[in-house]
Nanobody, 126 residues
Framework: QVQLVESGGGLVQAGGSLRLSCAAS?????????VGWFRQAPGKERQFVAA????????LYGDSVKGRFTISRDNAKNTVSLQMSSLKPEDTAVYYC??????????????????WGQGTQVTVSS
């Protein structure tokens, strides 16, 4: 079992930055693993934001965040971070970290991930 805990959410003005972290406990991030970030705004479906997989370190980003968000892994701390820059009010949502094991291409649908954190709120004011 893997337990995921997100942190780093908060309130920021448009154009600002935030860094989210996803910390794993239990079975740590080892072997073939994929970790993704999703977000869900009120009244909307959960949306893929970014994901990273290893071995290899491949990354994939949703179209709405390309060039503004960066996903990275800190192996020593067993965390995956999401650096968010040039934030827009439409980035406001609850952000979730998710993980799955196994090889293959990066998955962008939430149903492909078996482990989820509780979410952290990000609010971008205009």
């Amino acid at each position: 079992q893997v337990q995921l805990v997100e942190s780093g959410g908060g309130l920021v003005q448009a154009g600002g930055s935030l860094r989210l972290s996803c910390a794993a406990s239990g079975r740590t991030f080892s072997g073939a693993v994929m970790v993704g970030w999703f977000r869900q705004a009120p009244g909307k479906e959960r949306q893929f934001v970014a994901a990273i997989k290893w071995p290899g370190g491949s990354r994939l980003y949703g179209d709405s965040v390309k060039g503004r968000f960066t996903i990275s892994r800190d192996n020593a701390k067993n965390t995956v971070s999401l650096q968010m820059s040039s934030l827009k009010p439409e980035d406001t949502a609850v952000y979730y970290c998710a993980a799955r094991g196994g090889l293959g291409p990066i998955e962008t649908h939430e149903s492909e991930y078996g482990y989820w954190g509780q979410g952290t709120q990000v609010t971008v004011s205009s």
